[in-house]
């Protein structure tokens, strides 16, 4: 009897070394093969199509190099720093430029060209920016009408109900249908 048993529990060990082993040998060949192909199809996307800036891209990078310009002077008023700011005369010009980038430009979904001519900032020739200046006072007024309201919830100070984005939601024309 104990001979028979231990003989029971060498066959057991030996079933259990053997089925582990074949198991091993089965899984490892067939577990990296899924691998890298999850690992390269990103790489391969991006590697194989030419890269175009975003328009966020771009955005940041115009942002960049004019915050390059007046670097030192961010917390003058914009008005100080730039040539042609009428509206938005005291905001920092560290912040008018983020105002530019992650207000106007994200609000329409547009590049800062599709309103300014990028060699002068500070020039109303095209008709875009001239619209947006008339915004800004549009803006500005529902704004003051909205904190007349008697049943709102008051704002904190310097928050506004409505920024561009309210209207605009990333479309040049916001009456058109919103993007499916
Ligand atoms: C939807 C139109 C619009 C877009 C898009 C836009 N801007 Fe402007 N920008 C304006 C308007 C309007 C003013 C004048 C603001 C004021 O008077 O308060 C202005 C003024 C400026 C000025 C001051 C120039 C000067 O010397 O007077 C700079 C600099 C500027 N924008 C940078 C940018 C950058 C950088 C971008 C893109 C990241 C951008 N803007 C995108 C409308 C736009
Ligand atoms: C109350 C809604 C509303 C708000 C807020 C608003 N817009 Fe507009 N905007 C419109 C409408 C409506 C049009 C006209 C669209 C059309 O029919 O062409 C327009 C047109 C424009 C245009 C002209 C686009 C073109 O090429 O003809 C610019 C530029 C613009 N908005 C910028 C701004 C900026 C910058 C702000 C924030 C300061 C702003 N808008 C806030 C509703 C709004």
Known sequence: MPTNFRFMTLLFVLAVVVFTAGFGL???PSTPAPA??????????????????TVQESNDASAAALRAQIKGHEQEPASKVFKNVK?????PAGRFLNIMNMGYSRALGVKCD????????????KRPKRAAREMQVMHHDIN????KMQNLQPKSDGQ?????GTCH????????????
């Open 87 to 91: 509206f938005m005369t005291d905001a």
């Open 114 to 125: 599709y309103c300014h001519d990028e060699a002068d900032y500070s020039s109303d020739v």
């Open 36 to 53: 890298p192909r999850t690992a390269s199809t990103p790489s391969a996307q991006s590697s194989d199509k030419p890269q175009e800036k």
């Open 160 to 164: 506004y109900f409505i920024n561009c």
């Open 169 to 180: 939601r990333g479309m040049i024309d916001p009456t058109k249908p919103l993007p499916k």
């Open 144 to 147: 003051t009408q909205l904190g």
């Open 26 to 28: 089965q899984q490892t």
